[in-house]
């Protein structure tokens, strides 16, 4: 039974709660010190994209974050937005939103739990230690009862963690498995060493990319903290911008949030640069959690074979190693990434649908997902770089 004595607000700005406090929920792990298992849900990030206007008014992202507080003490929290449209998700919905709509539903609003514009799986449901079992039934309750007060189609939770999409699960919602590729780090103390674990001819593939990339007539440099200067952003700037109006038509972030970004992210950030005559040409954004580093963005203004690869795949694979990272998170698609050493891996995310009859259609839909995708998973892991033994040698 939920506890009467917890309270559910309603935020529409990260700024009417302080970021000790969202912070305490977020990312508790980082009171020794540390950084956070992922920036993503930090009070520092989702703030920037609302200051920079990436969300809120006439994004189609309006901040609904939910607190949870138990005697005045805020013991959880969730980022949660209201959208009129599926974009900067990553976890498809059009088709469901197109059949709600031809059988005289309106599917939009719905509400989601997500970082925007993130493919990265993290914690959604944030929770003070030692009240995770009171938070995190109320959070969701809270966000269901939300959707109903409102009228809303549908409440969507993206890249969620396993045991959250367990938990969710087991308190009515519906669980959605979806795949990305993602780098391991099998303790590996150099690239070299990495390179060892691949088969021969994947090997020398590496190999001869890593060379062509490198042969473009400039330097590629992996810049952290104060070595990021703001004039890298308005090289970056225009690299986005180029990737996204071909991707999405129009960039998700503005120029803004990389200058706030610059003031209040840097250190979260790595970011390589391919320069040529003192000129970057060509960049990739990753973001620094404490076991695993996030790709994020890429783009070019000049075409140079192979550089995308170096840049977004092996650079990070190289700052992985070099900084004891578990794992690189290359985003979202790209089965180009596997011959790289990035295998698929499950992602996760919870569903609720006010519409009985459309509940039962998607819960049925879900299923024979669920069961292609763990198909499309195990085989094109059997189609991956590594050597099946130790003696393969092709």
Not at 7 to 31: G, H, M, N
Not at 68 to 78: D, F, Q, S
Not at 369 to 376: K, P, T
Request: some cysteine; glycine content about 10%.
């Amino acid at each position: 039974m939920r506890d009467t004595r917890i309270e559910i607000d309603v935020l529409t700005s990260l700024a009417d709660i302080p970021a000790q406090e969202w912070d305490a929920c977020a990312c508790p792990e980082t009171a020794d010190g540390g950084r956070p298992y992922d920036p993503f849900t930090t009070h520092r990030f989702l703030k920037a994209l609302e200051d920079s206007g990436s969300v809120g008014p006439g994004t189609g992202w309006q901040p609904r974050h939910l607190i949870a507080r138990l005697g005045g003490v805020t013991i959880g929290a969730t980022p949660l937005y209201a959208k009129s449209h599926s974009q900067g998700e990553y976890i498809f919905d059009h088709n469901w939103a197109h059949a709600y709509e031809r059988a005289g539903g309106r599917y939009y609003p719905k509400l989601q739990i997500s970082v925007p514009f993130t493919p990265a799986t993290g914690r959604r449901f944030l929770l003070r230690p030692g009240h995770e079992e009171l938070a995190l039934p109320a959070l969701v309750q809270g966000a269901v009862k939300l959707a109903l007060q409102n009228g809303v189609s549908s409440l969507h939770c993206t890249f969620c963690t396993e045991a959250e999409a367990e938990a969710g699960t087991k308190m009515g919602l519906m669980h959605r498995i979806s795949q990305q590729f993602h780098w391991e780090n099998a303790g590996y103390g150099s690239f070299d060493d990495f390179l060892a674990s691949l088969s021969s001819r994947k090997r020398k593939n590496i190999r001869k990319e890593r060379a062509t990339a490198r042969g473009f007539g400039g330097t590629i440099r992996a810049l952290s903290g104060d070595q990021i200067e703001p004039k890298h952003w308005d090289a970056f700037w225009r690299f986005y911008q180029d990737t996204g109006s071909r991707k999405w038509g129009t960039p998700y972030l503005t120029r803004a949030f990389f200058d706030i970004a610059h003031e209040v992210l840097r250190d979260d950030i790595l970011l390589v640069l391919a320069e040529r005559n003192g000129r970057p040409i060509a960049g990739a954004l990753n973001f620094i959690g404490r076991d695993t580093l996030y790709g994020r963005y890429w783009g070019a203004i000049e075409d140079h074979p192979c550089l995308h690869f170096e840049a977004c795949y092996y650079q990070a694979i190289d700052f992985a190693i070099a900084h004891g990272l578990s794992r690189v998170e290359a985003g979202a698609q790209g089965e180009h990434k596997l011959a790289r050493g990035y295998l698929p891996v499950a992602t996760h995310s919870l569903h609720w649908v006010a519409d009985d009859s459309f509940a039962r259609a998607i819960a049925d839909y879900l299923k024979a997902e669920r069961e292609a995708v763990d198909e499309e998973i195990e085989v094109l892991t059997s189609y991956g770089p590594f050597r099946k033994t130790l003696s393969e040698d092709e």
